[in-house]
């Protein structure tokens, strides 16, 4: 079981996966956080827009296979995709940490979380509440 299948917990050898790294014993979350770290992947946010446009139909296919979700879980899920992406140190304090691990790879994944950040932003602006 792992809590936190997230590419940064992700080890490859070309394009497969070599291990799994990074575990914990599970925990619930937030209905919000769980959909957000599916949809507001940075990557995925910023692959291109069909992130914004597929958004309601996870939300819609997370509430018909978990009907007692309420309302103000599914619609805050841009909300908790921007808070997670500037509220977390990583990638951003490796440097301070490990400055020899700072490669092309991290440092386009700090980018790539930035700019997703700032697309979910103007997502929220667009479309408050």
Known sequence: MHRDLASPNLLLRG??????IDFQ???????????????????MVMLDDEWRVRLPDLRASYQAEN????????CSTVAIGFACAVSSSYPLAEPIRNPAGVDPTLQAYARARHDAALRMLAELDANPG
């Open 15 to 20: 394009d497969e996966v070599a291990a799994i």
């Open 25 to 43: 014993p599970p925990r619930p979350r937030f209905v919000s956080w769980e959909i957000a770290r599916i949809a507001c992947d940075p990557r």
């Open 67 to 74: 009907p007692s979700i309420g309302l103000d879980d599914l």
